[in-house]
């Protein structure tokens, strides 16, 4: 987790400079990304919190998502985390919500995605989603892959200019 902290650390100063704050919906990611913000001095100026959404017992337990009212939604797609990003946002009354699901590894998830595999979202002021395929098997190199890769976007959208009228939650 070391390795993240300067990440974090960055992203921690872009929050507070625009006097915002995140939330963390996070799976496969195992709760690295909140572990990192929270290990900077300060985070609960911008931190509000966040969950490790692993299954679907924590996905309708800590967020009260329930598949069946989004048909053909499956977790482990770009529509997914965005989807966990701008609950966990309104959930817990954050400017940004952050959301990650995938396969870590060794071997690929029940859906058919491979190991290396992760859908990432940032939901704010603008939302974001990419999709990274490390090609490799190795779970821990993947949790922190996956972790760094949502430091990376949520530090792009947070590049933007300030927006006070997009509809952050306050």
């Keep these: 987790m070391e390795s993240l902290i300067p990440h974090a650390t960055l992203l921690a100063q872009h929050l507070i ?3 915002e704050t995140i939330a963390v ?3 496969s990611t195992g709760g690295l990304v909140a572990a990192a913000l929270l290990a900077v ?3 609960s100026a911008f931190m509000r919190g966040g969950g490790i959404i692993y299954t679907q017992h924590a996905r309708s337990g800590l967020l009260g998502i329930e598949l069946a009212q989004h048909p053909g939604m499956r977790a482990s797609t770009e529509p997914y985390a965005v989807l966990l990003a701008q609950t966990v946002r309104m959930r817990l009354g954050a400017d940004w919500g952050l ?3 995938g396969a870590t590894g060794p071997t690929g998830n029940r859906y058919g995605d491979a190991a290396g595999h992760s859908c990432l979202a940032i939901a704010g ?3 974001h989603s990419t999709t ?3 090609g490799s098997a190795d779970r821990v190199v993947n949790m922190r892959t996956f972790a760094l890769a949502l ?3 949520a530090l792009a959208a947070l590049d933007q200019p ?4 997009a509809g952050a939650a306050r």
């Design 17 to 19: 400079r625009r006097g």
């Design 25 to 27: 919906a996070e799976s």
């Design 41 to 43: 001095p300060g985070a």
């Design 99 to 101: 959301g990650e699901s």
């Design 125 to 127: 002021a603008t939302t």
């Design 132 to 134: 990274i395929e490390t």
């Design 151 to 153: 430091f990376d976007l």
């Design 162 to 165: 300030l927006n006070r009228d």
